[in-house]
C-alpha cells in the first residue's frame, strides 16, 4: 500500500513550484505545475478536462487519450488540463492524488488550482472524483460553463443528489451522462442485441467493498448492478436483499414479472460477470475487459452531444440501490422503486 497521503508534505512539494492548497483541504486558486513542460497542442472542440485525481480511473483515461499510440483513435481527443482534488476526507482516494497527480502531468497535463479555472482551458469534463458527495457540487459548476460532462460512478452519493444533478443538466441543457464500464464488456452487449433471444432475467455479480459515507452497494457493488440493468432495461417495481457476512443478494422485481438479481461478493474470489436467462440459451457474460468499450462511448457522447444513456436508466439504477439499503433496514422487506422516486423528486 502506498504511503498515507500527508497534507502538510503536499502543501511543502507544490510550494517549491509555487502553488499551494487553501484551506479546508481545498486547492488554491492558483495553479500546480509540478515541473509542467507546456500545454498540448489541441484543437478547439477537443480539450478534455479532468475534474479530480484520485482514481485510477483518471490515470486510465488520460493514459489512452494521450499516449504515443492514441493518435486519431480518439477523433483527436486529448487530456489537456486536470483538477486533483476529488475527495477530501476518503482517505483511499486521498493518498492516491499525488502520484496520480504525477502521472498525468508526465503525460502533458496542465495541473490547475480550481475547477473555475480548468473549465475556462476545455471543451468537455470528465468528472472523475471517487467521492460521489462531492459531484453535485463540481457538476453544477460544469453545467454553468455549458461543458457536456461524463460523471464517473457513482454518479451521486444518494438518489436525492443522482436526481438534482440530472435535473440542473436538464435546465441548462447540458449533455450529460454515466455508467460503468462493465455496461459495454463485449458479450454483455452481444446478449443485449439478442444472442439469447428474449431475455428472461439475469444473475449479475460483482465485487461489493463497502466505503462508509455511501450507502452499501453505491461505491462497488454498482458495477453488477448496472449489468444487470443493462442486460434486464428498466422497469424494476420492488426490491428486497439478503444480507449474511458472507453475501449480498438483491432481488428485483420488474413489472413484466421478470426477476433480476444482483449477487454483491463479500468473500472468495472477486470478479465481474452474469447469468443471462434468455429464450434461445442461457449466457455468461463477463469479466471486466478494461476501460477502452467505455472510453470510446465517451468520445462518441462528446462528439454528437447524444448521452448513450438515460438519465431515467441511471435513476432507476440508484433507486434500485438505495432501496436495497432500506430493504436491508426492513429487515429484507420487498422496496418499492417508484415510492423512493417520488421522495427523491424523480
Not at 460521489?132 to 457513482?154: M, T
Request: aromatic share 8%.
Amino acid at each position: 500500500m502506498s504511503k498515507p497521503y500527508d497534507r502538510r508534505t503536499f502543501i511543502r512539494s507544490a510550494a517549491v513550484v509555487g502553488a499551494g492548497l487553501g484551506m479546508g483541504g481545498r486547492m488554491a486558486a492558483a495553479p500546480m505545475s509540478f515541473g509542467y513542460s507546456g500545454p498540448l497542442s489541441v484543437e478547439t472542440g477537443r480539450r478534455v478536462g479532468i475534474i479530480g485525481l484520485d482514481t485510477s480511473h483518471a490515470t486510465a483515461f488520460t493514459q489512452a487519450l494521450n499516449g504515443p499510440k492514441a493518435g486519431n483513435e480518439y477523433a483527436g481527443y486529448r487530456v489537456v488540463a486536470a483538477y486533483p482534488q476529488g475527495s477530501l476526507d476518503i482517505v483511499s482516494s486521498v493518498e492516491r492524488i499525488p502520484g496520480y497527480t504525477e502521472q498525468v502531468r508526465k503525460l502533458g497535463v496542465e495541473i490547475v488550482g480550481s475547477v473555475a479555472e480548468l473549465l475556462q482551458r476545455v471543451d468537455v469534463v470528465l468528472l472523475e472524483t471517487n467521492d460521489g458527495r462531492r459531484h453535485l457540487e463540481q457538476a453544477l459548476q460544469v453545467f454553468e460553463a455549458g461543458k457536456p460532462v461524463f460523471i464517473d460512478k457513482p454518479v451521486a452519493a444518494s438518489l436525492k443528489d443522482a436526481v438534482a444533478i440530472y435535473a440542473a443538466a436538464e435546465k441548462r441543457g447540458v449533455p450529460v451522462f454515466s455508467s460503468s464500464s462493465l455496461r459495454y464488456t463485449p458479450n454483455v452487449q452481444e446478449a443485449v442485441a439478442g444472442k439469447a433471444g428474449k431475455i428472461l432475467g439475469v444473475d449479475a455479480w460483482s465485487p461489493m467493498k463497502i466505503e462508509k459515507t455511501h450507502p452499501d452497494l453505491f461505491w462497488y457493488g454498482i458495477h453488477g448492478v448496472e449489468t444487470l440493468f443493462t442486460l434486464m432495461g428498466t422497469g424494476c417495481r420492488s426490491v428486497s436483499r439478503v444480507h449474511t457476512e458472507a453475501a449480498e443478494v438483491v432481488t428485483g422485481t420488474w413489472s413484466d414479472g421478470r426477476i433480476g438479481t444482483f449477487r454483491g461478493l463479500l468473500q472468495g474470489k472477486q470478479d465481474y460477470g452474469g447469468t443471462v436467462f434468455g429464450e434461445k440459451a442461457i449466457l455468461t457474460v463477463g469479466p471486466h475487459i478494461g476501460y477502452d468499450p467505455l472510453l470510446r462511448r465517451i468520445i462518441t457522447f462528446f462528439q454528437t452531444g447524444q448521452p448513450p444513456v438515460t438519465a431515467a436508466e441511471t435513476l432507476e439504477i440508484f433507486a434500485f440501490m438505495e432501496a436495497a439499503d432500506e430493504s436491508k433496514r426492513r429487515g429484507g422487506k420487498a422496496v418499492e422503486l417508484e415510492k423512493l422516486l417520488r421522495k427523491a423528486g424523480g
